[in-house]
């Protein structure tokens, strides 16, 4: 989920600095592994069977729900690990410990591929069609910002697919001075996040 995340928001904040990133995460069975997709499956067989629903890994009714990250809270702060990972991994990665990250991190009735809808608080003007322009130049990142027909990220077809969808590129109404910038992204952290990384990392060292 982080660097799903950062892979959209690091050209941003290469290019015009990143003073705050507020993210909310729709994260699917495969982050939890092989065992809740197949009682993703199964629950959806069981509800249109009639069944009472299999709850092995989640202990709740999965299919057609949606329900905070299964990680544990830190009771005193009230934010799971996974949120907590999200800010200090980001602050790791970009080598900056004074970049400011809030989470809520969901987990979806989907199968594979993550998707986060990133609100940015920027340190530099940026305009959505600058913002879109140097992305779109990125590396690792497929635009799919269509207003006119509503075509936009989805874990559909994100899934199996190495680079991050990126799009609902626009500006933050409530940030003046082009300062506020919003985007929703769909990746596959199997591969964005875990095994294409590994090759990547690889071929660097």
Same mark, same amino acid.
């Given at each position: 989920?982080?660097?799903?995340?950062? *892979? /959209?928001?690091?050209?941003?904040?290469? =290019?015009? #600095?990143?003073?705050?990133?507020?993210?909310?995460?729709?994260? +699917?069975?495969?982050? /939890?592994?092989?065992?809740?997709? /197949?009682?993703?499956?199964?629950?959806?067989?069981?509800?249109?069977?009639?069944?009472?629903?299999?709850?092995?890994?989640? #202990?709740?009714?999965?299919?057609?729900?949606?329900?905070?990250?299964? &990680?544990?809270?830190?009771?005193?702060?009230?934010?799971?690990? %996974?949120?907590?990972?999200? *800010? =200090?991994?980001?602050?790791?990665?970009?080598?900056?410990?004074?970049?400011?990250?809030?989470?809520?991190?969901?987990?979806?009735?989907?199968?594979?591929?993550?998707?986060? &809808?990133?609100?940015?608080?920027? =340190?530099?003007?940026?305009?959505?069609?600058? /913002?879109?322009?140097?992305?779109?130049?990125?590396?690792?990142? &497929?635009?799919?910002?269509?207003?006119?027909?509503?075509?936009?990220? %989805?874990?559909?077809?994100?899934?199996?697919?190495?680079?991050?969808?990126? #799009?609902?590129?626009?500006?933050?109404? &409530?940030?003046? #001075?082009?300062?506020?910038?919003?985007?929703?992204?769909?990746?596959?952290?199997?591969? =964005?996040? +875990? +095994?294409?990384?590994?090759?990547?990392?690889?071929?660097?060292?």
């Amino acid at each position: 989920s982080t660097i799903i995340m950062n *892979v /959209a928001v690091w050209p941003i904040h290469q =290019k015009v #600095g990143v003073d705050r990133v507020v993210v909310s995460t729709y994260q +699917a069975a495969s982050g /939890a592994g092989a065992a809740a997709m /197949a009682e993703l499956e199964q629950q959806a067989k069981d509800f249109v069977e009639n069944k009472p629903l299999t709850q092995d890994i989640f #202990g709740r009714q999965y299919i057609f729900n949606l329900f905070s990250h299964n &990680s544990g809270i830190d009771l005193a702060t009230g934010y799971n690990e %996974e949120e907590t990972k999200m *800010v =200090k991994e980001t602050k790791k990665i970009f080598n900056d410990p004074n970049i400011n990250v809030t989470a809520t991190c969901i987990r979806v009735p989907v199968l594979r591929a993550h998707c986060e &809808s990133i609100n940015l608080t920027l =340190k530099n003007p940026m305009s959505a069609d600058e /913002a879109r322009e140097l992305l779109k130049n990125s590396p690792g990142i &497929s635009i799919q910002d269509d207003r006119e027909k509503n075509i936009h990220p %989805e874990p559909l077809q994100a899934s199996g697919i190495d680079d991050c969808f990126v #799009g609902r590129i626009r500006q933050d109404v &409530s940030q003046t #001075g082009n300062l506020g910038l919003e985007m929703f992204v769909a990746g596959d952290q199997i591969r =964005k996040g +875990a +095994a294409l990384n590994a090759i990547q990392i690889a071929e660097l060292l």
